[in-house]
């Protein structure tokens, strides 16, 4: 079945760029997208990228997808205190009604 | 205030009593989804309803129920609860649209002793 897998960890100094990586199995995904889940809370959207896309910024946000590999990062640039959370990696269909989650990186910031 | 409203947050039961987490949204939203995260795992989806009568099975459907009887709630069932069904369950709803964002409730830390 379909599979999306990141790295669970990942530590930045504050100030520095973040990149968390996320790879995925189903080449008909049409919906890439990045989520955050902070400590006691639920997903909160971050953005999200249609596969017939390369790249997509929103402010400090940059999502690259390479379909030709079924990669996708998310760049967070000057990452800060308030980065630090839970980040899913998810994909669906084009009708969006099922939605497959990565496992999560917890991004942790240090000074 | 936009918001997924789940209940309860925290409950702790025992094996094979039947038990119901309910959701409600106000945002007159046509999808509703139920996941349930475990560490390591990620979310996992265990229904989905794209609108009012019509539910789907997510990828981890055993030992749930769902009903969608109004658009604005999305109860989950479990009619016989076993240990692994120990987890931190999440509520979400979203517009018709996959680009359109999905609101999530808070969460309910489900313990099945």
């Known amino acids: 079945g379909e599979d999306v897998e990141q790295s669970l960890f990942l530590s930045v100094r504050e100030g520095d760029s973040s990149v968390i990586n996320c790879t995925y199995t189903?080449?008909?995904?049409?919906?890439l997208y990045w989520y955050k889940q902070e400590p006691g809370a639920g997903l909160q959207l971050l953005t999200y990228?249609?596969?017939?896309?390369d790249m997509k910024q929103d402010q400090r946000l940059t999502v690259l997808l390479n379909k030709k590999d079924k990669h996708l990062s998310l760049r967070i640039a000057d990452t800060q205190t308030g980065d630090s959370a839970i980040y899913f990696c998810?994909?669906?269909?084009?009708?969006?009604?099922?939605?497959?989650f990565g496992s999560g990186t917890r991004l942790s910031i240090r000074p | 205030e936009a918001q997924v409203t789940q209940n309860p947050r925290y409950l702790i039961t025992v094996t094979g009593k039947k038990l119901t987490v309910t959701c409600s949204q106000n945002?007159?939203?046509?999808?509703m989804s139920w996941y349930r995260q475990d560490p390591g795992l990620g979310l996992r989806q265990i229904y989905y309803?794209?609108?009012?009568?019509?539910?789907d099975k997510g990828d981890v459907p055993e030992g749930y129920k769902v009903s969608r009887k109004e658009k604005r709630n999305f109860p989950l069932i479990l009619e016989s609860p076993s240990p692994n069904q120990t987890s931190l369950y999440f509520c979400?709803?979203?517009?018709?649209?996959?680009?359109?964002?999905?609101?999530f409730g808070d969460g309910t830390r489900l313990s099945i002793l």
């Open positions: 998810a994909e669906s269909n084009s009708s969006a009604s099922k939605i497959i």
């Open positions: 309803s794209m609108n009012v009568e019509v539910t």
């Open positions: 990228i249609f596969s017939n896309m």
């Open positions: 189903d080449s008909s995904s049409t919906y």
């Open positions: 979400a709803s979203r517009a018709t649209g996959g680009n359109q964002p999905q609101h």
């Open positions: 945002m007159n939203h046509e999808y």
